[in-house]
């Protein structure tokens, strides 16, 4: 049974960092893509990161490039999201999302194209 399991949010400050984890489990990640997404209160959730399944394919949204890096350990089944300098508009809930794709896919953030996504995390940046 695949599984995603987000940790690492919590409050911080604007112009502070986290870095969010994405654990999975029953699945190879050599074949699977990871993407993070957000939901902050009241919007719509949207695409903000996601690697290849080698990890050499990445992609990221406008609002957080220079940011916000993601990495992946395969060996691990783990995928980092660090976030550096955030802002108030960063917040909400995190989650990662994987997709079955060859190990260098260009990658989307299309959320329809993702089948398994993990519970979330919350990430609040406050004063």
């Known amino acids: 049974q695949l599984k995603l399991v987000e940790s690492g949010g919590g409050v911080v400050q604007p112009g502070g960092s986290l870095r969010l984890s994405c654990a999975g489990s029953g699945f190879n990640p050599n074949y699977y893509a990871i993407g993070w997404f957000r939901q902050a209160p009241g919007k719509e959730r949207e695409g903000v990161s996601g690697?290849?399944?080698?990890?050499?394919?990445?992609k990221f949204i406008d609002s957080v490039k220079g940011r916000v890096t993601i990495s992946k350990d395969n060996a691990k089944n783990m995928v980092y999201l660090q976030m550096n300098n955030l802002e108030p508009e960063d917040t909400g809930v995190y989650y990662c999302a994987a997709m079955a794709a060859p190990p260098n896919v260009v990658i989307t953030l299309e959320q329809q194209f993702y089948d398994y996504w993990g519970q979330g995390t919350q990430v609040t940046v406050s004063s």
């Open positions: 690697i290849s399944p080698s990890g050499g394919q990445t």
